[in-house]
């Protein structure tokens, strides 16, 4: 598929127990803001595979992790004392143990929510991690925002627009980073996380 070629219609949302599941509990317990960021790595995560050349992705499993990948910021799924990645690879866990999935699949479900607040993801240790890590990287800190077509951007921005997730995000991470600073939370917010939200090119765009 051609760079310039790519469109949400390429895209197409996994239909399966899991991958409903996990919108239903992201659109439940999320807030608007946080649900859109959610989709939108997915569909970033899914545009940089085609951009990457990289054909070998469980989509399933990414669209899950990407779905779930904050909600452990949310209160009901805030866990006092581990991380919000952790916590929220756990609600994936427990999701996909439902949907039936295999020991070691629902183990790779934790592993990408948690790999995506890596500094970075080996793709050969991880694709669908590297993949949510880089989309991530882009939604909240502009990252690699010239490596996709401004064309896919638009799109996806105008149908699923950020709204205020600057301001939600950047307040949840910081109260994480209070409460637990010996997590991801903290590195984000002394690396300037509220700063790259608030200068985002995507803000521009929408």
Sequence with gaps: ??????????????????????LALATEYQSTALTAHAV?????????????????????LLYVAAILHDIGTVP???????????????????????????????GR???????????S???ELDVEGHLLEIATGLD??????????????????????????????GACVIDQAERKPTTAARRLVDGGVVRKLAE???EKLR
């Design 200 to 202: 985002n090119p995507l």
């Design 121 to 123: 993801v080996d793709p």
């Design 76 to 106: 009901e799924y805030d866990n006092h004392a581990i991380s919000y990645e952790h916590a929220g690879g756990h609600v994936g866990v427990a999701l996909t143990a439902g949907a039936g999935w295999s020991a070691d699949r629902r």
């Design 109 to 119: 479900v934790l592993d990408v929510i948690v790999r995506h607040n890596w500094p």
């Design 140 to 169: 909240i800190s502009g990252q690699r925002s010239d490596v996709l077509p401004e064309e896919f951007l638009r799109e996806v921005l105008d149908a699923h627009p950020r709204g205020a997730l600057a301001q939600e995000f």
């Design 40 to 60: 939108r790595s997915w569909l970033w995560a899914e545009a940089f595979a085609v951009v990457e050349g990289r054909p070998d992705v469980d989509h399933e």
């Design 1 to 22: 598929m051609p760079r310039w070629a790519v469109r949400i219609s390429d895209f197409p949302r996994p239909d399966s127990l899991a991958a409903r599941g996990a």
